[in-house]
């Protein structure tokens, strides 16, 4: 059974750096891409970036300068780092499996 | 980038009814198109790919058609548990963009 579930910090200060955590199970990282994608309150989804299944990455270009994607395969986990946060980073971030599976999704709140 | 544009943003329906949501994107995007449903706190579900496939597990009361740059999800007969969140994804190029999102309720 497939399994996504996204972790990290519920709130983060302005200026800051996000670090999200992206567990899978039911499926290898080394045979498929993983995409984060975000939906800010009330607002649409957008596609932020992905890692590949040989390890390369690809980033929205509107992000492409404060993103950074990466895994660890041993421990089955995808990995985000995005700098230079501000109150419109705020929302709910996704990671999805070839856009067929999906996590829940974490709510990240960019406030002092 | 392709422009997604989804109608209606809200809908309300009674149980059995006909439903159906819209998304046209601004070029050609030959069936790259997937549908998902999205409850609350939950994770978003595929239901539709490449337009008109039926993902494994999906009622059949959901259905896909279109391509090129029109196209509908379909339920033929409302369901309550069908009350969520619907929003289309164009898969064709990137960037992957999607449509803003249908809001159904039950009336």
């Known amino acids: 059974q497939v399994q996504l579930k996204e972790s990290g910090p519920g709130l983060v200060q302005p200026s800051q750096t996000l670090s999200l955590t992206c567990t899978v199970s039911?499926?290898?990282?080394?045979?498929?891409?993983v995409s984060w994608v975000r939906q800010p309150p009330g607002k649409g989804l957008e596609w932020m970036g992905a890692i590949w299944s040989g390890g390369s990455t690809d980033y929205n270009s509107a992000l492409k300068s404060r993103l950074s994607i990466s895994r660890d395969t041993s421990k089955s986990q995808v990995f985000l780092k995005m700098n230079s946060l501000q109150t419109e980073d705020t929302a709910i971030y996704f990671c999805t499996a070839r856009f067929d599976y999906w996590g829940q999704g974490v709510m990240v709140t960019v406030s002092s | 980038d392709i422009q997604m544009t989804q109608s209606p943003s809200f809908l309300s329906a009674s149980v059995g009814d006909r439903v159906t949501i819209n998304c046209k994107a601004s070029q050609n995007i030959n069936r790259y198109l997937n549908w998902y449903q999205q409850k609350l706190g939950e994770a978003p579900k595929l239901l539709i790919y490449?337009?008109?496939s039926l993902q494994t597990g999906i009622p059949s009361r959901f259905s896909g058609s279109g391509s090129g740059t029109d196209f509908t999800l379909t339920i033929s007969s409302l369901q309550p548990e069908d009350v969520a969140t619907y929003f289309c994804l164009q898969h064709n190029s990137w960037p992957r963009t999607f449509g803003a999102g249908t809001k159904l309720e039950l009336k």
């Open positions: 490449n337009a008109n």
């Open positions: 039911g499926f290898s990282l080394t045979s498929n891409s």
